[in-house]
């Protein structure tokens, strides 16, 4: 088994790419097996236009720090390159997928097929019906750890959005890749533990005399009535 997976969030300028509005942050996490390798990509990108006060809010993303960034047509070939044919892991993954789609039909592109998607908020919903489902709750809920955020950023919901995941899922792989091959961490317990001798039992000649000598000093003992 090695299946590899990309946990992905962007940032944008605002709700709706048919309104004009673009990506200005992609992040991406790369998992194998459920475990995360450390590879990660990151981009900041030229929109074009301006980034609303509003949307600045959420992520601190200003115009001016965006002017002299590349735009999306300059990183998607190295953005493909990353996430390659992968299972792509992301929250709420309506929102994302329409903007990168956008995005990948003005650089001419294909876009990003539904049936390679996993949508994390639709999960937990199904998991977890009626319980509170954004990125932040259910970080809450698995204990991930969100303090060193002050303002959302794409690679940094990536990587909180790739710790949740795999609690969503059950928790971490318990398989342990070595020498190629996976062997379980059962298997790798029990190849560790030490086998003892088993211990004997029966007494010494010592021990019985010992013993002898040991009941004779005991006055009135229940079994001589």
């Known amino acids: 088994m090695n299946e590899r997976e990309i946990a992905l969030d962007t940032e944008t300028t605002g709700l709706e790419p048919k309104d004009g509005h673009r990506i200005v942050e992609i992040g991406c996490v790369e998992l194998r097996n459920r475990i995360p390798t450390g590879a990660t990509f990151q981009a900041y990108l030229n ?38 044919d992968a299972r792509l ?3 709420n993954a309506d929102f994302d997928v329409k ?31 009626g319980a509170p489902a ?16 002050t303002k959302h950023g ?5 990587e909180f959005l790739a710790a949740m995941y795999l609690e969503l899922m059950g928790g971490s792989q318990v398989a342990l890749e070595l020498a ?3 062997v379980e961490s059962a298997q790798i317990a029990a190849a560790k533990r030490e ?5 004997p039992h029966t007494p010494s ?9 040991f009941l004779k000093k005991i006055k009135q003992p229940l079994w001589a009535e």
């Open 47 to 84: 929109p074009d236009r301006d980034v609303p006060k509003e949307a600045e809010a959420v992520h601190g993303i200003s115009s001016e720090f965006l002017k002299d960034k590349p735009r999306f047509s300059a990183v998607v070939g190295d953005f493909l390159a990353f996430i390659g």
């Open 89 to 91: 892991i992301i929250h």
């Open 99 to 129: 903007f990168l789609n956008a995005e990948l039909t003005h650089a001419r592109k294909p876009e990003i097929m539904k049936e390679r998607v996993f949508c994390t908020l639709k999960y937990a919903r199904k998991k977890f019906p």
């Open 134 to 149: 954004s990125l932040d709750a259910l970080c809450r809920r698995f204990n991930v750890d969100t303090t060193a955020r």
């Open 154 to 158: 794409a690679l940094m919901d990536a």
């Open 180 to 182: 190629g091959k996976t």
């Open 195 to 199: 086998v003892l001798p088993a211990r």
């Open 205 to 213: 000649p010592e021990e019985i005399a010992a013993h002898e000598v």
